[in-house]
């Protein structure tokens, strides 16, 4: 299994530039989730989903657009980029049946916008 | 409404030595809790959780994890420290009625262990 994989790695936009970062997770997790990592404000829920056809927001979700149609897969999208999207950005995902199930991390897009 | 404290942003201890990374929660009803560990540029790993019923909790790389219900804490412990254990560690809770994913994190404590 290749666990949660995201693509890019990388990327720097310009402010109002839109994009879409990739989520994909080959363990029919039904719990997915996007969380934003900034220094010592550890990490943030944007957005997430119980399932396919089942988003809901997080805590910070201004800016920010999901959507699930598959099981596999939740892309994040960044509607008009602006300098406070500027984050590393994580998927993760869990088993939604098992109350205690671990999140599993995809290793991150470090995202910069100038 | 669920929340998380990691009281100390930095921890330095020596190789060989005991280390503990403090967490504390707050959640309405019976928490789960979790401890994650980030190597720099990668994602997070876990590390172990709480299981209802156990205080004291093993997980990966000799770690463990000390449940106290009346101080509401679940402290992360190892009893010799290696250099190679000098990572991010986050601690996160989340309420029984919760959505199984839908966790809070602490802000992080860095783990140094010098040799």
């Known amino acids: 299994n290749a666990g949660v994989t995201q693509t890019p790695k990388f990327q720097v936009l310009k402010t109002g530039q839109s994009m879409t970062l990739q989520c994909a997770q080959d363990?029919?997790?039904?719990?997915m989730s996007w969380y934003r990592q900034d220094p010592g404000m550890g990490l943030r829920l944007i957005h997430y989903?119980?399932?396919?056809?089942?988003?809901d927001q997080g805590e910070v979700p201004n800016g920010y657009n999901v959507s699930r149609s598959t099981t596999e897969d939740f892309p994040l999208r960044l509607l008009s980029a602006a300098p406070s999207q500027t984050s590393v950005y994580f998927c993760?995902?869990?088993?939604?049946?098992?109350?205690?199930?671990?999140?599993?991390f995809g290793n991150g897009t470090r995202l910069t916008v100038t | 409404a669920q929340s998380v404290a990691q009281p100390e942003d930095q921890v330095n201890v020596a190789e060989g030595n005991p280390l503990t990374v403090k967490c504390t929660y707050s959640v309405s009803g019976n928490p789960y809790l979790f401890w994650y560990v980030q190597y720099p540029n990668r994602g997070l790993q876990f590390l172990l959780k709480?299981?209802?019923?156990?205080?004291l909790v093993k997980g990966s790389y000799g770690f463990e994890a000390e449940f106290n219900k009346s101080q509401t804490s679940f402290h992360l412990k190892k009893p010799s420290a290696l250099v190679s254990d000098s990572a991010l560690y986050f601690c996160a809770v989340r309420d029984h009625n919760t959505n199984a994913g839908k966790s809070t994190f602490g802000d992080g404590t860095t783990l140094t262990v010098k040799p």
């Open positions: 989903s119980v399932g396919a056809g089942i988003t």
């Open positions: 993760a995902s869990s088993q939604q049946a098992v109350r205690n199930s671990p999140l599993h």
């Open positions: 709480y299981i209802t019923g156990d205080n």
């Open positions: 363990m029919n997790h039904e719990y």
